[in-house]
């Protein structure tokens, strides 16, 4: 049976191309996006590249009752969660929906799941948890500071994470990259 992989975002630059990567090494990517950064062409494209239709869902990753239903229809145990708000300008004029988005988001993902079922989870970070330290090349180890309200919403969805797959005993890794 192939494994399944929830990919929120999936229909992104990156989500499409995690995408491809996970079909092509044996995985059964399963899309959950809201199309507020991505477009449905996307998905269509993949449906070609992965010869194969995959499998979308147009939602936010902020409703439960769909997200739970998608998770246990398809015995979901691992997630890339690439989905989130990515503006750094429009985090400073808009916090608050930043952390609705980013960080409610995420804690409503990882409600969906009964306890010990998640068994592993990519966060998509970034680079802007270390703030501007003028110094090069940045640490992982860096110590952790932001600047704007994005960077503040990466950082404590990292925590959020981190303190969730103690609890639960599964494994997590943050992506903090530069702008891909």
Same mark, same amino acid.
């Given at each position: 049976m192939v494994e399944k992989v929830l990919v929120t975002g999936g229909a992104g630059y990156?989500?499409?191309?995690?995408? /491809?990567?996970?079909a092509n090494n044996g995985y059964e990517p399963i899309i959950v996006d809201n199309l507020s950064n991505s477009k449905i062409y996307v998905v269509k494209k993949l449906n070609k590249i992965i010869n194969k239709k995959v499998i979308f869902n147009k939602i936010d990753i902020r409703d439960k009752i769909k997200l739970k239903k998608i998770i246990n229809k398809h015995s979901i145990s691992k997630i890339i969660h690439l989905a989130s708000l990515k503006s750094v300008e429009e985090s400073l004029d808009q916090p608050f929906k930043y952390i609705s988005n980013n960080i409610s988001g995420l804690i409503d993902l990882l409600s969906c799941f009964d306890k010990n079922k998640l068994k592993q989870i990519i966060f998509s970070s970034s680079a802007c948890v270390y703030g501007n330290t003028g110094k090069f090349p940045i640490k992982e180890n860096n110590e952790l500071k932001?600047?704007?309200?994005?960077?503040?919403?990466? /950082?404590?969805?990292?925590? /959020? /994470?981190?303190n969730y797959c103690m609890e639960n005993k599964c494994n997590y890794a943050n992506l903090r990259y530069f702008n891909p």
């Amino acid at each position: 049976m192939v494994e399944k992989v929830l990919v929120t975002g999936g229909a992104g630059y990156v989500g499409s191309h995690v995408c /491809i990567a996970l079909a092509n090494n044996g995985y059964e990517p399963i899309i959950v996006d809201n199309l507020s950064n991505s477009k449905i062409y996307v998905v269509k494209k993949l449906n070609k590249i992965i010869n194969k239709k995959v499998i979308f869902n147009k939602i936010d990753i902020r409703d439960k009752i769909k997200l739970k239903k998608i998770i246990n229809k398809h015995s979901i145990s691992k997630i890339i969660h690439l989905a989130s708000l990515k503006s750094v300008e429009e985090s400073l004029d808009q916090p608050f929906k930043y952390i609705s988005n980013n960080i409610s988001g995420l804690i409503d993902l990882l409600s969906c799941f009964d306890k010990n079922k998640l068994k592993q989870i990519i966060f998509s970070s970034s680079a802007c948890v270390y703030g501007n330290t003028g110094k090069f090349p940045i640490k992982e180890n860096n110590e952790l500071k932001h600047e704007n309200t994005y960077g503040y919403t990466k /950082i404590v969805c990292e925590q /959020i /994470i981190e303190n969730y797959c103690m609890e639960n005993k599964c494994n997590y890794a943050n992506l903090r990259y530069f702008n891909p």
